[in-house]
């Protein structure tokens, strides 16, 4: 009877204060605030224009006046990667939106229904899960063309399937429990159990492999813009601009090192988000 | 009395491959308006599943109805559309969950979890329904100013009383409670079977109560049935089956419950196991474990036999005087 004490916490709260608790997740967090702001932000942060060109100014070492230097034709880097978050996060952000939506969807149908449904939607989850997800996107990418949108689609599309399973997962222990059987008996529709009962029990893991997933999708999307199916130039977009520098590696580095900073600690803070997050939903240490 | 929910021989079964548990075999019962009905049995006996067959959310696959009839009130529920029945469920029949820490969805307030049941049969505005919920608390209890907190909040039996309030908000005609106390501790057993008590009274709705414990029957049921391996094998109000049970294992039951007043070293048992469902023995299911048990036992499946009116067991030797050793 431990828990009649009045403790007005919600559940998200102490989530909240036990993911404070982990040092690196607040690190992670915060990052990850300072990129949001910094694409909302871009126009007011970035010194030039992304498609500033100064060809006198072309190759300058970071410094005074450019400080993470300037590519061939003279632009400015800084102002390319400030841009280049908007790309990145618009992309990690609704290409996970469009697996979460989908795969969560088919994986709670497989997961309640069961029997042949469950059947149908997870063997084709198999087949998409047997062909590797980066290649998956490089295909639908390349059927479908280059370009913003269909990139977004293409990261997409590739990890449905990782959704569905854990959905899948967790709505097949969910459904067994009690409430589920109890919100039957008293006349619910299946759909209403499974958008206002089973759905958001089953919230956690969900959020944890999504903020893994934010990290995926711009990772390949970068992928994708760097062999060139990705974002059209001018358009700065890490990849792509990683892309672009490989060709000057030996000469001019510091034109691969700045966009490729800013793709590994946007990915190393998802990671550690995801991970706190991981921990602090985690049910054993909930009281 | 008029009989309101009528089930006859109803059978369920189990498949689980090619194994075929029979849990429910030819079940005969009635409960009238207003009455309490306990429906007593050991575990695994298909109480629940009983209970879960009235209003028709058994989960099939596995389970499967395979024949028999339940009627309530001049409807046979096995007819009905599917639409049909979400508007019995939880209006007209309402049912309690045997463990309360499971049955409340815990990303849900408590209110929340009343409004939709409100919500779903009656209509009203979102804020009526709310007001509702805190008069159903405070109905059963527990103060109005709660409704917005989440089950992990409250205690067992604080969310028993929750779903009490749940399975009454819409004052349901017939409630079924399945083993409402078995997860909670004795003090608050008591408190719940009062609660119980007065709101029936305060509702008049009948009631099947599940249960294992002939204790609660005598203190709330006004009938008993008995239940063995999937059928009722006695069945009639409490002071007869109380006074003078004619089914063996009835009288088994009340055999095996220790008598304070005396000095015991051992309780009394009764041999051997309930049978294997998905084997149950020809003829009458208990004659193995019978310490009366005939040729005749073996063979032919008893039929029920009336002792008077409302109280008849299944036993071909139910009539015979004298070797009933409890009156």
Redesign the interface.
Known sequence: ?K??KE?RY??AKETFARLMKNKLAVFGLFVLCVLVLTAVFADHIAPYAYDEMDLLNAYQSPGSGHIFGTDEFGRDIFSRVVYGSRISLKVGFIAVGISVVAGGLLGAVAGYYG?WTDNLIMRAMDVIMSIPATLLAISIAAALGAGLTNLMIATGIASIPTYARIVRASVLGIKE???V?????????DFTILC??IL??C?APIIVQATLGVAFAILTAAGLSFIGLGIEPPTPEWGAMLSNARTYIRDYSYMCLFPGLAIAITIFSLNVLGDGLRDALDPKLRQ | MKDFLRIEGLTVEYRSGNRRVHAVNDLDLQVGEGEVLGFVGETGAGKTTTALSILRILPDPPAKVLGGKVIFKDKDIFGLSEREMRAIRGEEIAMIFQDPMTSLDPVKTVGDQICEMILLHQRCSKKEAWQKAGDMLETVGIDRERASEYPHQFSGGMKQRVVIAIALSCKPALLIADEPTTALDVTIQAQILELMKELKKQYQSSMILITHDLGIVAEICDNVAIMYAGSVVEYGNVFDIYKDPRHPYTQALFDSIPDVHRDQDRLKVITGLPPDPTDIPSGCPFHPRCPHCTERCKTERPEAVYLNETHWARCIQAREEGRNDNG
């Open positions: 009877m828990q009649t403790k919600s559940f029997g429990q009690e409430f059987e109890a919100a039957r008996a008293v006349g619910t529709r206002k009962h958001p029990n919230l």
